[in-house]
């Protein structure tokens, strides 16, 4: 089992730059698969990215591709979501998640989830 913590929301302006980071508790973090998923109020929780055991594979939801980098430090136990160029339609509960097997863009092939951090943009 794996707990998760995230961190690093906040208030920004469209065009800024955040660092979202997720720490996990125990000693098989490496053999997770992590991903990052949001929802906005009134809407679905959504996938944002997703990250391999090692790191050496990684996939984005379309509206996030070529702004939006996931890394993880194994090392540390920690997952991270840099977002560069933040528009007000990223406005959200960003929430990380942990499975097992390959990685996945689907909510519910996500077994443990933190409690999410808010990030908001303004125009």
């Known amino acids: 089992q794996v707990q998760l913590v995230e961190s690093g929301g906040g208030l920004v302006q469209a065009g800024d730059s955040l660092r979202l980071s997720c720490a996990a508790s125990?000693?098989?973090?490496?053999?997770?698969?992590m991903g990052w998923f949001r929802q906005a109020p009134g809407k679905e929780r959504e996938f944002v990215a997703t990250?391999?055991?090692?790191?050496?594979?990684?996939n984005y939801a379309d509206s996030v591709k070529g702004r939006f980098t996931i890394s993880r430090d194994n090392a540390k136990n920690t997952v991270y979501l840099q977002m560069n160029s933040l528009k007000p339609e990223d406005t959200a509960l960003y929430y990380c998640?942990?499975?097992?097997?390959?990685?996945?863009?689907?909510?519910?092939?996500?077994?443990?989830w933190g409690q999410g951090t808010q990030v908001t943009v303004s125009s």
């Open positions: 990250i391999s055991w090692g790191g050496g594979y990684s």
């Open positions: 125990g000693r098989t973090f490496s053999s997770y698969v």
């Open positions: 998640a942990a499975r097992k097997s390959s990685i996945s863009s689907r909510v519910r092939e996500y077994d443990y």
